[in-house]
């Protein structure tokens, strides 16, 4: 099954260049049986003037090489029962209905960041970038037992274009076409009732919510997304595997825009265009400034606080409260997994050479960037942090 599926895919690429455009050229990409029947609806629509021109022949090979692959296709999912049976129809206007996360946290990135809905529950039940099916590089506690190189993790590839890499992008399409791939095992999985699987303490602590906003365009008090397990998220999430696995790559700040301004919408967008990302302003040169407006939010909350995710215990950094934290940093050595040993947090009077200052910058000397996720502090504010550590960091 699988060497004819290549077979058809090779075929058409193929046809696509002998005579397709872009738009064949695009519904091919997007995966499934029915994008490529699609695929080759287009090219036989595609006005000869806007072809290319190789041989006669060579067209006709190559159309054949691909109507063979689709008969051959046909033959066998005939025989299996129907290649479509497990996973039904697909009803695209559904699978492209957009949610979005909600996190109780206003300084954690995900919150408001939009997906698709069956996108988003592959996400917030299979691992995402955070345990299990997870395409980054966690502790192996958290995979739970799922081995090395089987991730499901249709995350955004970035939560703002502007800072999108081409390895991010690649990233997110390789695994959306193993979820693709792989979209019947999944669909049976949960319907066995065996994924996600039950008892697992990063699933059954999680505090972020998949809400659909409907027209009142807020988080709060949006109508929450039936999760995987239930009889309406299996559907959403069959609905969404049947029509292709598609994906929101990456969510875009408007041309202009500041986090938290609205945008124009045009006609046409959907859900809700405002970048909901807690963005800190530059604090005072004091300690109760930089705990409240910076550290509090954007690491004492989540991450080294007691707002899932978790990571104090694997970080050895407790910052969930002003005075534990002040405690934890000054003239304190790294711990935790990736940076112990490596340096001291806050050296009073020396924010050359303190650990946390070198966090705060894109390349850190150990362990990734801080804070998580991608969120870099505007320039004033590390200012404003190495002139309060060069002053000796009083507790003021």
């Known amino acids: 099954m699988r060497r004819i599926f ?24 997007g995966g499934g049986p029915t994008r490529h029947r699609n695929a080759l609806a287009r090219i036989v629509k595609t006005p000869k003037a806007h072809r290319s021109a190789p041989p006669i022949s060579s067209i006709r090979w190559r159309w054949r090489r691909a109507a063979f692959a689709i008969g051959a296709l046909s033959i066998v999912c005939a025989a299996m029962g129907g290649c479509r049976a497990e996973l039904g129809e697909c009803d695209e206007r559904e699978a492209s209905k957009i949610v979005f996360i909600a996190t109780d946290s206003p300084a954690d990135p995900r919150r408001g960041v939009p997906m698709f809905a069956g996108q988003a529950l592959m ?61 019947r095992e999944i669909l049976r999985s949960v319907r066995r009732g065996s994924m996600p699987p039950k008892g697992t303490p990063v699933l059954e602590e999680r505090t972020e919510r998949i809400v659909d906003i409907g027209t009142s365009m807020q988080l709060e008090g949006a109508e929450e997304v039936p999760p995987i397990g239930t009889r309406e998220g299996d559907e959403i999430l069959r609905n969404w595997l049947a029509c292709g696995a598609p994906v ?30 807690y963005e800190p302003v530059a604090p005072d040169p004091t300690w109760s400034s930089i705990y409240e407006d910076v550290i509090r939010p954007l690491c004492g909350i989540s991450c080294h606080g007691p707002t899932p995710p978790n990571f104090i215990q694997e970080s050895g950094l407790d910052l969930s409260e002003k005075d534990r934290a002040y405690e ?15 340096g001291t947090l806050i050296i ?30 505007d320039p004033a504010i590390l200012d404003v942090l190495a002139e309060w550590i060069d002053r000796g960091a009083p507790d003021d």
């Open 248 to 277: 929101v790559e990456f969510a875009a700040l408007p041309a202009g825009g500041r986090p938290g301004d609205p945008c124009e919408q045009e006609e046409g967008s959907v859900g809700e265009c405002r970048r909901r990302v």
């Open 123 to 183: 996400v917030t039940s299979c691992g995402g970038d955070r345990f299990c099916h997870s395409s980054a590089d966690i502790a192996p506690d958290l995979r739970y037992g799922v081995p090395d190189g089987l991730s499901l993790d249709p995350s955004l590839a970035c939560y703002d274009a502007n800072g999108c890499t081409e390895e991010e992008r690649a990233r997110l399409a390789a695994e959306q076409a193993r979820i693709f791939e792989m979209s």
């Open 348 to 377: 009073p009077g020396n924010s050359n050479d303190s650990l946390f200052m070198d966090k705060l910058e894109p390349t850190p000397l150990c362990g990734d960037p801080m804070p998580s996720l991608g969120l870099t502090l």
């Open 328 to 342: 934890a940093l000054i003239d304190e050595v790294a711990k935790g997994r990736d940076c112990a040993g490596m």
């Open 6 to 29: 290549f077979a058809l895919e090779e075929g058409l690429e193929e046809a696509l260049e002998a005579g397709g455009d872009e738009r064949a050229r695009g519904e091919l990409r």
